[in-house]
């Protein structure tokens, strides 16, 4: 249903997605929810749902991500209309249209000089603080940006948007143990987000490949994220590849050999890590036959996500044909 894709759209909309949520755009312009008569007359004949502007706001970013800029104003001119030009919400969102049409970084600077203004006027207006963030990165002021979101947290400390990005940033730069620290940020107001779960597993992995205590926190971490979506492709990928790399390191003389540390993780126990990798890879087999299967765009995986999984079964043959 167009109103059901447009009210709850996925958090990263792929491409394909995003062009059949914009090509919704006529069909969701050409009627009018709300009447053309004064106020408070308007209110007697208006067609407006609570989901209605939930509707247009996520039609608008779908829009936007195609680059059909015309509809994009058309729903950015009735956003304004509803709510005023002075709303949070509705200036962040102008800021986030002029940032789309932006053509190099001068037009960007302008922006970013903008959100200043507001933030003067309005210190608390954390969706402009959002867009400066956002436009600080796309201008590649990383460092910048790093601070700006670490002001934010401070003064918000359960936005987990906010923390998910300053991870995403830290790791960019290779610090990978403050974005390990700004994900269990959000796993602690999050805890049942099994892509944060993920995330933070492979921040693990990354930052120490070899080391016992880093995969056996990897391999926790991704088993969390499968417990809690029993369908999630990337959770089942890195256990796999955990539970390959760890394997190995789990040998009588190799965990004999480590210092009993107090700060140490607990390693698994190599029948129980061996467990854990023939169940991810009989769900990789089975996600990889459920997308063969289903007609195009219908299986609910991202085709590259598959292919990266049916090379890894391909790595040791377990591929079902």
Same mark, same amino acid.
């Given at each position: 249903?167009?109103?059901?894709?447009?009210?709850?759209?996925?958090?990263?909309?792929?491409?394909?997605?995003? /062009?059949?949520?914009?090509?919704?755009?006529?069909?969701?312009?050409?009627?009018?929810?709300?009447?053309? /008569?004064?106020?408070?007359?308007?209110?007697?004949?208006?067609?407006?749902?609570?989901?209605?502007?939930?509707?247009?706001?996520?039609?608008?970013?779908?829009?936007?991500?195609?680059?059909?800029?015309?509809?994009?104003?058309?729903?950015?001119?009735?956003?304004?209309?509803?709510?005023?030009?002075?709303?949070?919400?509705?200036?962040?969102?102008?800021?986030?249209?002029?940032?789309?049409?932006?053509?190099?970084?001068?037009?960007?600077?302008?922006?970013?000089?903008?959100?200043?203004?507001?933030?003067?006027?309005?210190?608390?207006?954390?969706?402009?603080?959002?867009?400066?963030?956002?436009?600080?990165?796309?201008?590649?002021?990383?460092?910048?940006?790093?601070?700006? !979101?670490?002001?934010?947290?401070?003064?918000?400390?359960?936005?987990?948007?906010?923390?998910?990005?300053?991870?995403?940033?830290?790791?960019?730069?290779?610090?990978?143990?403050?974005?390990?620290?700004? /994900?269990?940020?959000?796993?602690?107001?999050?805890?049942?987000?099994?892509?944060?779960?993920?995330?933070?597993?492979?921040?693990?992995?990354?930052?120490?490949?070899?080391?016992?205590?880093?995969?056996? !926190?990897?391999?926790?971490?991704?088993?969390?994220?499968?417990?809690?979506?029993?369908?999630?492709?990337?959770?089942?990928?890195?256990?796999?590849?955990?539970?390959?790399?760890? !394997?190995?390191? /789990?040998?009588?003389?190799?965990?004999?050999?480590?210092?009993?540390?107090?700060?140490?993780?607990?390693?698994?126990?190599?029948?129980?890590?061996?467990? !854990?990798?023939?169940?991810?890879?009989?769900?990789?087999?089975?996600?990889?036959?459920?997308?063969?299967?289903?007609?195009?765009?219908?299986?609910?995986?991202?085709?590259?996500?598959?292919?990266?999984?049916?090379?890894?079964?391909?790595?040791?043959?377990?591929?079902?044909?």
């Amino acid at each position: 249903m167009v109103q059901a894709n447009l009210l709850t759209p996925p958090s990263r909309i792929p491409p394909q997605t995003a /062009l059949q949520l914009s090509q919704k755009a006529p069909l969701i312009l050409a009627s009018a929810p709300t009447s053309s /008569l004064p106020w408070p007359l308007s209110l007697l004949f208006s067609r407006e749902t609570p989901e209605t502007w939930a509707i247009h706001e996520n039609l608008l970013l779908a829009a936007l991500r195609t680059g059909d800029d015309a509809s994009a104003r058309q729903i950015l001119d009735r956003l304004t209309t509803r709510f005023g030009a002075d709303n949070e919400r509705m200036i962040a969102l102008k800021g986030l249209y002029e940032e789309a049409l932006a053509k190099d970084d001068k037009e960007l600077e302008k922006i970013f000089n903008d959100y200043e203004k507001v933030l003067k006027e309005d210190p608390t207006n954390m969706s402009v603080r959002k867009r400066r963030v956002a436009v600080l990165k796309s201008l590649g002021r990383t460092a910048d940006a790093i601070t700006a !979101l670490t002001v934010l947290v401070e003064n918000s400390p359960t936005d987990a948007e906010a923390w998910a990005e300053l991870s995403e940033l830290y790791a960019s730069t290779g610090a990978l143990g403050q974005a390990i620290f700004c /994900l269990e940020e959000v796993l602690l107001i999050m805890p049942n987000a099994w892509s944060a779960h993920a995330q933070v597993a492979t921040l693990h992995y990354l930052s120490g490949s070899t080391s016992i205590p880093a995969l056996t !926190l990897a391999l926790r971490h991704f088993a969390r994220s499968v417990e809690l979506n029993d369908s999630y492709l990337r959770g089942y990928y890195g256990l796999k590849l955990v539970s390959q790399k760890l !394997l190995p390191l /789990l040998s009588e003389s190799s965990v004999s050999k480590r210092n009993a540390d107090e700060d140490d993780v607990a390693p698994p126990k190599p029948q129980s890590v061996k467990k !854990l990798e023939e169940i991810a890879t009989a769900k990789l087999g089975e996600i990889i036959r459920q997308y063969s299967a289903s007609k195009a765009g219908q299986s609910g995986y991202d085709e590259a996500e598959v292919i990266a999984a049916r090379e890894l079964l391909d790595r040791d043959g377990k591929v079902e044909r």
